[in-house]
Antibody, heavy 125, light 107 residues
């Protein structure tokens, strides 16, 4: 079955960087992109960006543009998300998700299935 | 930027029907997807492209989308349906946009 398995929890100090991994299995990794979504404690879901596993193209959300880098390693079917200059409000659970896409009369549509189990990143001095 | 508004909470009696709305400007012109998230777990896709169910999702879950409102309907609600539910669209300018989330309680 399609599965995404993420790396473990991290504790970082303000100003540091974190890199979260997401290993995919059960499908052809290069046929879909990977999106990253985060959820602060008690809050809703926030999309951070998308990375094509086919050609490496990226599309980052404005809120994290300039601090985030998303990459993929097709040799190991693994996606990575690095977030730099961490602040306390970056404390959240970070999820990777397989990006599904189609074009119809409503335009380009993207949705996410399945999701990784999540990685808690805590930013604290 | 595009915004999606959901009610904070919805309560439903066991066995009855719950309807969760997702409001957005002319949302009917976009495809809406719905996710269920139980405490401490990752979100799970329950409806995609307005009204399609992924394999393994019960027929009790259905979706519709028209005008300025999309709706997720849970028929014959069960205790296991208690969760947070999020709608999501793709906006060509900003990427994926999630709704504010709705907590469903089964009484």
């Amino acid at each position: 079955q399609v599965q995404l398995v993420q790396s473990g929890a991290e504790v970082k100090k303000p100003g540091a960087s974190v890199k979260v991994s997401c290993k995919a299995s059960g499908y052809n990794f290069t046929r879909n992109g990977i999106s990253w979504v985060r959820q602060a404690p008690g809050q809703g879901l926030q999309w951070m960006g998308w990375n094509s596993a086919y050609n490496g193209n990226t599309n980052y959300a404005q809120q994290v543009q300039g601090r985030v880098t998303m990459t993929t390693d097709t040799s190991t079917s693994t996606a990575y998300m690095e977030l730099r200059s961490l602040r306390s409000d970056d404390t959240a659970v970070y999820y990777c998700a397989r990006d599904l896409r189609l074009s119809n009369w409503k335009g380009v549509q993207n949705w996410f299935d399945p999701w990784g189990q999540g990685t808690l990143v805590t930013v604290s001095s | 930027s595009y915004e999606l508004t959901q009610p904070l909470s919805v309560s439903v009696a066991l066995g009855q029907t719950a309807r969760i709305t997702c409001g957005g400007n002319n949302i009917g012109s976009k495809n809406v997807h719905w996710y269920q998230q139980k405490p401490g777990q990752a979100p799970v896709l329950v409806i995609y492209t307005d009204s399609n169910r992924p394999s393994g999702i019960p027929e009790r879950f259905s979706g519709s989308n028209s005008g300025n409102t999309a709706t997720l309907t849970i028929s014959r609600a069960q205790a296991g349906d208690e969760a947070d539910y999020y709608c999501q669209v793709w906006d060509s300018s900003t990427g994926a946009v999630f709704g504010t989330g709705t907590k469903v309680t089964v009484l």
